[in-house]
């Protein structure tokens, strides 16, 4: 027999090029690049890569700015082919020229996704080339300062947006919103301060707003499925409200799925009062989180009639917090009857009040099935055994109760 011979043939050279792309395009930046030392043949294999990662690894990966912007020039510069994917941020990343020229040579490059994250510094004005992406199907900017310039069409192909404390003119966004008519997905995170938060766009799926608004709408959002709001500051109360601010909050929002409202959000949803019949927008709500701050019997009354008028809730989040004063809310929760299957609670202390919801909750939910209870053991006025063994004597309305369980968290 021959004995057996190693083959001198390079498998992994003779991959056909998109097979090659994919592997490169699993290693980190700066290991691609590595690769152009392998052979010739390998030395710009690493420059026609789709997905350009500057983020906060790469960042990390110098002890100065200056080597990171180098680099960067230097595979703007060799690179060939789309840029389909681009994102730029680190905690060391500045606003700074180097930006406006990475940007404007992207704009030649067909970019479908890009992000930028500036941390230091001031805040970055973007340049007016980042305005002809007109291929971008995510966008994603931290701390920039975002007016486009005039004759400005806005991103027909847009599905993802992601504001977080990006400054602009609300009447500039919203003209921004209308123009971006596939857009499914928008985050909005301590940006511009609203008047009016609105909402158009027919093909919105997820919303999240945290930050500053005197009022919402929800003027179209058919298929809105998910939003997450959370109100930052109170809402001076009108004297004179023309009508309910929980009922013009749902009025448009027909395929509502998952709910979760924090904050001061509650205390502006009592604005008005609360409708004699609860809007449909409810009907097939099946998650709800809300902050439940005991503050006063309006607020826990928004809560609970939120939570009563779910017909299909499977799942409920509360985040615990209380003040002295809690006996009127005690009262009012006894009057209560729930028919949700699963309740988590976070911030949990052990008051009296948190464990007499639970108590209710036990007594009056005949469809219940689990219960999760989250504590932070600074926070505890008893352990959390001892928490558990006093709930789990409590009676159930349910026969289905699997599972009680309560966690300390450090």
């Known amino acids: 027999m021959k004995s057996a011979r190693r083959s001198d043939v390079d498998t992994i050279s003779n991959l056909p090029c998109n097979v090659l792309d994919e592997i490169l395009g699993c290693l980190p930046l700066k290991d691609a690049v590595k690769t ?62 180097d930006i406006d020229h990475w940007i404007l040579f992207l704009s030649k490059k067909n970019i479908q996704e890009f992000t930028l994250h500036i941390w230091s510094g001031n805040i970055y004005h973007l340049p007016s080339h980042l305005f002809t992406f ?67 766009a027919p093909n919105l799926k997820f919303f999240e707003f945290r930050g500053k608004s005197k009022s919402f709408c929800f003027k179209n959002a058919p ?95 509360i985040r615990c917090s209380a003040d002295n004063n809690v006996e009127p809310v005690v009262q009012f929760l006894r009057a209560q009857l729930f028919s949700f299957q699963r309740v988590h609670m976070s911030t949990f202390g052990g008051l009296e009040m948190e464990m007499e919801f639970v108590r209710f909750i036990l007594a009056s939910a005949p469809l219940h099935k689990q219960i999760f209870i989250w504590n932070y053991s600074c926070l505890l006025l008893r352990p959390g055994r001892q928490m558990m063994n006093e709930i789990k004597q409590y009676r159930r309305a349910s026969p289905n109760v699997e599972e009680i369980d309560v966690q300390d968290l450090v």
């Not at 602009?168 to 003209?175: D, E, H, K, Q, T």
Request: aromatic letters at 14%.
């Open 36 to 97: 152009s030392i392998l052979s010739k043949h390998w030395r710009y294999k690493w420059a026609t890569r789709q997905e350009l990662d500057f983020g906060y690894d790469f960042f990390g990966s110098f002890a100065h700015y200056q080597e990171a912007k180098t680099i960067i020039y230097q595979v703007l510069l060799l690179h060939k082919g789309p840029i389909l994917k681009f994102k730029l941020g680190g905690f060391n990343l500045k606003s700074c020229p």
């Open 134 to 200: 007109q291929q971008l199907r995510h966008l994603e900017f931290h701390k920039c300062l975002f007016y486009p310039p005039p004759g400005f069409k806005g991103f027909e192909k847009l599905i993802n947006l992601d504001f977080d404390r990006v400054t602009f003119v609300p009447s500039i966004f919203w003209n921004l919103i209308s123009k971006c008519p596939l857009l499914e997905r928008l985050r909005l995170l301590w940006c511009t301060d609203f008047d009016t938060l609105e909402i158009d």
């Open 223 to 317: 298929v809105l499925g998910r939003v997450i709001l959370s109100l930052n500051s109170r809402v001076s109360a009108d004297a004179s409200p023309v009508c309910s601010n929980f009922m013009k909050f749902f009025h448009c929002i027909p395929s509502l799925r998952e709910l979760d409202i924090r904050g001061w959000l509650l205390e502006y949803l009592t604005m008005g009062g609360l409708p004699e019949n609860p809007p449909t927008a409810l009907n097939n709500v099946k998650i709800l989180e809300t902050d439940m701050s005991f503050r006063n019997v309006e607020e826990v009354s928004v809560a609970v009639y939120s939570i009563t008028n779910c017909p299909k809730l499977q799942q409920l989040t």
